[in-house]
Structure formats: structure tokens, C-alpha cells
């Protein structure tokens, strides 16, 4: 660890703390109806879909989420299916099988953007542009208005509705991440991102072999990639590619981008409840644990391997294996834990050559729930649902009635809210159990002993928590892992949001009850030190058995001087 690398990563946390306000403000605005400069061609849209923009109840809502949802898988397969046919398609790459197909819709209709084979090698321009960045926009937007539906049943009182998804999904494009996106677009084709259609160039290296360059629409996915929180490169090693991300100014706002809009949600929530201070807390939990978490990552790789060391290898800068020069220790531990606290699953380092524990927080940091910071809108409502919990704790241990934002909780909030919470592990340690001990799953992994039950113990807790990254040691490319993967991320995504759902259907039609004194204060440092105990130890319960046959028991073999 470098004073110049604290010093990158508090600028980091500097930029996105100063746009939580302004940024959390302007959504607020928007999804209130007070922003409308773009109203004409919402009205266009609307009248184009049949939307008539009535409000909706929550079942109403979440059918009407899914059913986009399934239009949009079957449409993406098909696309894939269909590549030899499309145009914009020069490298003559053909269709993908039924299996990888499957796995790529899923994965982008869910925001995980689990890739199981290599952009540049496999997809064309027509499905890169019309397949995978439209469905960074639409199941971002989705997630943002996911999140909207559940604010909206603590802000209001008695109510039946909880908005209407296709407004919402609708004016989360148009206002928030379309600008953006061409904001960001334009600064990545400044600093040298390509953005073209034409066909892939040939070259002669130094050493005489020739290579072909590719090339492509690269810049306008970069940018909604990096702000939609969705992850999916161009490229094969996604955002290590110089064409990715070119300059360290690039490394910087990529990474800014990652946070910012899951950031900026928590001061939108607060302002849409009438009390900022309740967003300012959420925040508060949020950067707690992502700072708690990227010391630790940072720590564990400016150590490197203590073997290395021993061998009289000179390692001055810690553990460079799988890392980019240009980007350094300090740069790749802190997008590692921006990127999986934020269910991006970009990657400018590979995590599979972290040290055990710098490994280990990747991991922790996606079991968790995807909550600190998370997925745009995702990241928020899972955080609401934590804080439910804690508040039912709370309200065991003094005996009253738990109560927040004035909304009592009571038995049919907290088992919606643990049914959402509890599906997680189910698929995450029920699909790694199962490929541990199956033929089909042991073909996975490139390692073997702890590393390589880490491999897999990743990839299903990536895509269970609609993540995305990988430990890159594992093959993926097969029937089995795209289907037990596909599933998982299904399992991740839509089983956790329709309990949700039914605690804003809850949530809205309740009363709000005025404060008195025996009401637990819920933004305050006694609020925060609950929510985020609760979190670590429902993570810690969870999932320490399966992290100790992983990470940390591959931590004590190097540090006695035993590899695989």
C-alpha cells in the first residue's frame, strides 16, 4: 500500500460523495413529474405503446415488469440464434448454440451480464448494438423503477398503488441514463474508445505474427455498461482492454460511474420519503461496509504472496499477477470491490490472480446481497428489505412494535422481506453444492484444492447476485454452466424482486404513525451500526462454512508454504 494510492482512492470517494446530492435530486425531480423537458417525446412513446399511465397496484406492476422481461429474453435468444443472418455483422460470426443463447439472454435481461464467451470473438456488431446495449439501458431502468415502486410505499399513506412501471422505466431512460450515457459516450471516444462499424484490421506484431485488431460500436456500450452497473464488455477481459479503457482518466470515471447512480438513489429516497436524513444513513451503511471491505482487498494484495517474498523475489509492489501496469495495485483493488459492491461485474484486473483474501472480499462483497451501493435501483431495495430485518430485531430486543419511516412492520413484511433475502443462498450454495460433487461441474475449474472450489463458488455467487464477474479460471462455455448459471441468475433476480414487490403492496396501503418517544430513530449512528451488523451477519452465518473451504483455507495454505 502507497500514500499515492490512498490518495487515488479518497479522490475516488471524494467524486462520488459530492454527487449524491445534486444527482439524487435531479431523479427525485424526475420520477416526481417536476423535470419534463423531454415530455413530448414521452407522450410520443406512450401513445406508441398504448400506455395510458394510470397507476398501478403492485401485482399489476410486477406483471407488467415480467412480461417485459420475457419479451426481452426471447427476443435477445432469438437475435443471437439469428446472428449469421443480421447485418452489421463483417466478421461473418455465425449463431450461437441454444445453450449460450440461453445463458446471454438471461443474463442481460437480469443485469448480470455474465459472459461465457468472448465479445470480439463471438457477437456481431447488430447484436452487440441492438441486443446488449439496449438491454443495458432497459434492465437498468427496470431496476431503478423497481426501486421507485418500493420508495413510493413508504412515502405514501394508505395507498393502493405504487406507481406505473412503464412511466417509470420510460423516464429512468430518458432522463437519467440516456443522457449520461451519451455524456460518457463522447468522453470515451475523446479518450480514444473506438466507436465505428467497420471491419476488424489486420497487423503485423514486432515479433512478425499478425494479428487481427478488433474494433466496433465499443464506446457507446462502455458507457451504459459502467453507469447501468450492468458489466458486460466488448472485449473478452472487458475493461483491462486498452480499448475499453484507454488512460487513467478513463480507469478513473469508469469507476466513478459504477457508484454514482446506485449512490446518488439513496438521497433520491430520502428526499421522496421528506427526510433526507433517512437517505444520508442508507448511504452511511453503504459506505461503511464498501470501505471496510476495500481496505481489506487493498491490504491483502499490496502484501502479494508471502512464498514470493520468501524466494528473495523482489515484489516492491505487492501482487501484480493478472493486473495491468498502468492501472497498479491501488486502481484494480479498488475497482474489485467497486464492481462487485456495485452488481457491475467490470474488470480492469483478473480476480482469479488475487491473493486469497483480496479474492475473498469480491466474493463477500456479492454474498452480501448486492446492497452496498449494488445495481442501480437493485442495490436500494435490497438495502430497504435489510433494513426491515433490523428493525424487527430492534423491536424484539425492546419489546415494541418495529416501526420505519412511521410504517409499522409487521409479520407479512418480514417473512416477504426473509423469503427475498433467503433465496440468495439457496441458489448460491444449492448450484455450488451440486457442481462440487457432479462430473459435469468438477470440468469447470482450471485449479485444483480451494482455488478451484473458489472458482465455482464464484461464478454461482456472481451470477446469483446478478454480478457478473467471474474468477476467470473457470470454463464456463458448457450445457451444464450455462444452464445451472441461466437459472441462477433467474433465481437472483426475479425471486427476490416479487417478495419485494409484495412488501411495497404492504408498505403502501398502511398508515403512517406519528413519532413518540419510544420510536427507534432510524438515522442516526445507533441505526447504522444495527443495519450493518445485521448485514454482516446474516452474510457471516450464511456463508462461512462454504468461505472456509475456499478463500480462507487456501490463505492458510499459502501462508504455510502448501499450493495446489
Known amino acids: 500500500m502507497t500514500v499515492n494510492g490512498w490518495i487515488q482512492i479518497g479522490l475516488f470517494c471524494l467524486a462520488i460523495l459530492v454527487c449524491v446530492k445534486p444527482l439524487g435530486l435531479y431523479m427525485a425531480r424526475v420520477f416526481e413529474g417536476e423535470i419534463t423537458f423531454l415530455r413530448p417525446v414521452e407522450r410520443f412513446l406512450y ?3 398504448g400506455v395510458k399511465g394510470e397507476e398501478q397496484h403492485w401485482t399489476t406492476y410486477t406483471i407488467a415488469m415480467l412480461a417485459f422481461s420475457i419479451a426481452g429474453f426471447v427476443s435477445l435468444y432469438l437475435m443471437q440464434r439469428l446472428q449469421a443472418v443480421l447485418p452489421y455483422n463483417p466478421q461473418g460470426l455465425a449463431g450461437l448454440t441454444p445453450d449460450l443463447s440461453f445463458n446471454t439472454a438471461i443474463s442481460f435481461i437480469t443485469n448480470t451480464n ?4 468472448g465479445g470480439e470473438t463471438t457477437l456481431g456488431y447488430a447484436v452487440q448494438m441492438l441486443g446488449l446495449t439496449v438491454h443495458n439501458f432497459l434492465s437498468a431502468a427496470t431496476g431503478i423503477a423497481l426501486a421507485l415502486a418500493l420508495i413510493r410505499a413508504f412515502a405514501r399513506r394508505s395507498g393502493k398503488t405504487v406507481g406505473n412501471f412503464w412511466l417509470d422505466l420510460t423516464r429512468g431512460t430518458l432522463y437519467v441514463l440516456l443522457p449520461l450515457a451519451i455524456l460518457f459516450g463522447l468522453f470515451l471516444v475523446w479518450q480514444g474508445v473506438p466507436q465505428n462499424l467497420g471491419s476488424y484490421t489486420g ?6 505474427i499478425k494479428q487481427l485488431i478488433a474494433q466496433g460500436p465499443v464506446a457507446s456500450q462502455e458507457a451504459i455498461k ?3 452497473t450492468n458489466g458486460g464488455g ?8 486498452p480499448f ?5 482518466l478513463t480507469d478513473f470515471f469508469e469507476l466513478w460511474s459504477i457508484l454514482v447512480i446506485s449512490a446518488a438513489l439513496t438521497y433520491t429516497f430520502g428526499h421522496m420519503v421528506k427526510d433526507t436524513r433517512q437517505g444520508w444513513a442508507i448511504f452511511a451503511v453503504m459506505a461503511l461496509l464498501f470501505l471496510g471491505g476495500l481496505g481489506v482487498t487493498y491490504w491483502a494484495e499490496g502484501q502479494g504472496n508471502a512464498a514470493v517474498a520468501a524466494a528473495h523475489v523482489m515484489q516492491p509492489t505487492g501482487n501484480m499477477e493478472g493486473k495491468e501496469v498502468r492501472f497498479g495495485v491501488a486502481n484494480s483493488s479498488l475497482w474489485a470491490a467497486a464492481t462487485t459492491d456495485a452488481s457491475n461485474g467490470s474488470v480492469n484486473a483478473m480476480h482469479d490472480s488475487f491473493t486469497p483474501i483480496g479474492g475473498l472480499i469480491p466474493i463477500i462483497n456479492i454474498e452480501l446481497g448486492e446492497i452496498v451501493f449494488g445495481g442501480v435501483g437493485s442495490g436500494l431495495y435490497g438495502m430497504l428489505l435489510f433494513a426491515i430485518i433490523a428493525m424487527f430485531v430492534a423491536g424484539l430486543m425492546v419489546g415494541r412494535t418495529p416501526e420505519y419511516l412511521g410504517k409499522k412492520i409487521e409479520a407479512r413484511e418480514v417473512k416477504m422481506a426473509m423469503l427475498a433475502i433467503l433465496c440468495l443462498p439457496l441458489s448460491i450454495l444449492g448450484f455450488t453444492a451440486l457442481a462440487s460433487v457432479t462430473k459435469l461441474g468438477l470440468a469447470g475449474p482450471l485449479n485444483s484444492g480451494p482455488h478451484g472450489f473458489s472458482e465455482i463458488l464464484y461464478a454461482f455467487t456472481s451470477a446469483t447476485g446478478n454480478n457478473g464477474s467471474a474468477f476467470a479460471g473457470l470454463t464456463a ?12 441468475m433467474l433465481i437472483g433476480r426475479f425471486l427476490f424482486i416479487v417478495p419485494m414487490m409484495a412488501v411495497a403492496g404492504a408498505l403502501v396501503g398502511k398508515k403512517i404513525v406519528p413519532t413518540s418517544a419510544g420510536t427507534f430513530p432510524t438515522h442516526g449512528g445507533l441505526f447504522i451500526g444495527l443495519l450493518a451488523g445485521v448485514i454482516l451477519i446474516v452474510g457471516g452465518l450464511t456463508f462461512f462454512p462454504a468461505l472456509s473451504l475456499g478463500p480462507i483455507v487456501e490463505h492458510l495454505a499459502m501462508q504455510a508454504g502448501t499450493f495446489f
Do not use: D, I, K
Request: aromatic fraction near 18%; include cysteine.
Open 47 to 49: 401513445r406508441l405503446c
Open 114 to 117: 455474465w459472459q461465457s464467451y
Open 203 to 208: 497487423a503485423v506484431g514486432l515479433e512478425g
Open 226 to 228: 459502467m453507469l447501468g
Open 234 to 241: 466488448f472485449f473478452n477481459v472487458n475493461s483491462a482492454h
Open 244 to 248: 475499453e479503457n484507454p488512460t487513467g
Open 477 to 488: 462455455t458448457t450445457v451444464f454452466y450455462n444452464t445451472t448459471l441461466g437459472f441462477a
